[in-house]
């Protein structure tokens, strides 16, 4: 997962409030337009902001200023750390960072133009490393709720064929390459993204456990651990089917992908497949034995 750094994504943070004052400038007459724009900055400009400030005044702007600072540096953390949730590393949780994070950005981007409003030649507008951030998190809480949503029977994924691409730093091409109905990543022909909150179209749904497990097989990818006690918790509530799925995630989560989980304890991909897909209980001495094994990170996390 390619995370652009956090002095490249401030830096762009500062170019892309650059975009939006400039917009305040050319909507308001003369003087509220140049008011409000250097309001806005604290900074005070002459002509276009984009055009006619220095580095050195562009990193004076204070973005302590800007609540949607706030919000870009959560998803910043969340991705460098490879947390679970918004606050938390190791607790999975999707809602709070999509609603008081994630729509938040998703509204800012929207609002900026296209094009630098002082680029004749239609010179692209900077929001480059801002607009990642944006869609790394999209698709990383895609990935939470994958995790999550097997506790509660859902074997198909939010994750898309361009976030397995976003995540792993693969091209587009590889990862449609690796899905389909027989495929080591199983899809199924079903609705269109939006109705799973997906961040492009598509035409199929990932199978969950094949998802994921694909990811965590990659040596280059990582994701925090989920707490023991969060997952002792959920088995708790789970129904028998929905707590082998979630057990069998949670497995993949902190113990390993399937072609070195299973032979550890004494399952096939084939077994943990079709309990996954069809809600059939693990063998009391497997699941009892993942069971221990992952709370042994108990008091670690």
Known sequence: MEIPSLSEVEINLRHCLLLKADDLYFTLAD?????????????????????????????????ARFAISDRVLLLFGMLERRQLSLHHEHRPDVEFARNDALDFLEHFLSTLPDVALGGLDLTAARNGEVRRIYELAYAWLNLIETIEGAFYGETESSLTVGDLALLSGLDTRTIRNRCGPDKLIRTSAARTSQDRNSASPAFVHLHALDAVDW?????????????????????????????????????IINLGPLASLAPAFDFTVEDARRCFDQGELLPASISEALIQKIQKFEGTL
Request: no cysteine.
């Open 215 to 251: 990811l965590k097989s990659r040596k280059d990818f990582h994701v925090s651990a989920v707490d023991p006690a969060w997952i002792t918790q959920r088995l708790a509530n789970a129904n028998p089917a929905n707590s082998t799925r979630g057990l069998l995630m949670a497995s």
């Open 31 to 63: 003087p509220a337009g140049s008011k409000v724009r250097n309001e806005f900055l604290g900074i005070e400009v002459e002509g276009l902001a984009d055009e006619n400030l220095s580095e050195a005044e562009i990193a004076s702007i204070d973005l």
